[in-house]
C-alpha cells in the first residue's frame, strides 16, 4: 500500500518535471511559436479593419444566421462536435505529417498562424460589429475551448519543429545517430495524447459554450 501510495504521488511530479524539462529544452522554439501566433492574430484583427463593407456585412449576415440556429434548434450537438473535432484533428494532423516531412517546416509555422489568424479576425469581427455583446461572445462562447486548443497546437507546433530539427541535426552529424524509432514513438504518442485533449476542448465547445451563445444571441437577433 505505501509503495502504491508513493508511486501515485511521485508520478504527476515526475509528469511535470518532464513537461518543464521539454519548455526549458524548447524555449526558443516556444516563443518562435508563439510569436507567429501573436502575428496571426494581429493580422487577423488587421483584416476586419481593411476588409471592404460589403464583404463584412455579408460576414455579419452568416454569424446572425448561425446565431439564429441556437434558437430554431435546428443545430444538434452532435453535429457540433463532430465538426469540430474533425477539424482540430485535420490541423493536428497536418502538423504531425510536417514534424517528419523535413521540407514541410514552413507548414508548421503557417498551422499556427492560421489558429491566429482565426481568432483574430473571429475576435475582431465580433467587437467591432457587436460592441459588448461581442466581448461577452468572445468571452463565454470563443475563449473557453480556445484555453486548451491553443496551448495544444502551441505545444504541438513545437514538438513538431523540435523532431524536424532533430532529424536534419542527425543527418549532419554522421558520427552521433540517433534512435529514430524510439523518438518516432515519443513524438507519435505525444500528438495522441493532444488529440486526447482535444476532446475536452470539443467537449466545452460542444456543451458549455453554445449555452452561452445562445443567451446572448438572442439579444443582437
Not at 460589403?54 to 454569424?63: F, P, T
Not at 446572425?64 to 444538434?76: A, M, S
Not at 491566429?116 to 461581442?134: A, D, H, M, R, S
Not at 475563449?143 to 523540435?162: E, R
Request: proline share 2%; with cysteine; aromatic share 14%.
Amino acid at each position: 500500500m505505501s509503495l502504491l501510495k508513493k508511486g501515485s504521488l511521485f508520478m504527476p511530479i515526475s509528469i511535470m518535471d518532464s513537461f518543464k524539462k521539454h519548455i526549458k529544452s524548447n524555449f526558443i522554439i516556444y516563443f518562435l511559436i508563439i510569436l507567429c501566433l501573436l502575428i496571426g492574430i494581429s493580422v487577423g484583427g488587421f483584416t476586419v479593419k481593411v476588409i471592404s463593407s460589403s464583404h463584412k456585412q455579408e460576414l455579419v449576415a452568416y454569424l446572425k444566421g448561425f446565431f439564429q440556429l441556437f434558437h430554431n434548434e435546428e443545430i444538434r450537438n452532435v453535429d457540433i462536435f463532430l465538426q469540430s473535432l474533425i477539424n482540430n484533428l485535420q490541423l493536428l494532423s497536418l502538423s504531425w505529417i510536417f514534424g517528419i516531412l523535413v521540407v514541410a517546416i514552413p507548414g508548421i509555422i503557417f498551422i499556427i498562424c492560421f489558429k491566429g489568424f482565426v481568432i483574430g479576425f473571429t475576435v475582431g469581427l465580433l467587437i467591432e460589429q457587436f460592441k459588448f455583446k461581442g466581448i461577452l461572445l468572445f468571452l463565454l462562447g470563443v475563449l473557453p475551448q480556445n484555453l486548451i486548443i491553443i496551448p495544444i497546437f502551441i505545444t504541438a507546433s513545437t514538438i513538431s519543429l523540435s523532431f524536424a530539427l532533430m532529424l536534419i541535426k542527425n543527418k549532419l552529424n554522421k558520427s552521433k545517430q540517433i534512435n529514430f524509432y524510439k523518438q518516432f514513438l515519443i513524438y507519435t504518442t505525444s500528438y495522441v495524447v493532444l488529440a486526447l485533449l482535444i476532446l475536452i476542448a470539443v467537449s466545452i465547445e460542444t456543451f458549455i459554450s453554445p449555452i452561452f451563445m445562445k443567451i446572448i444571441s438572442g439579444y443582437i437577433q
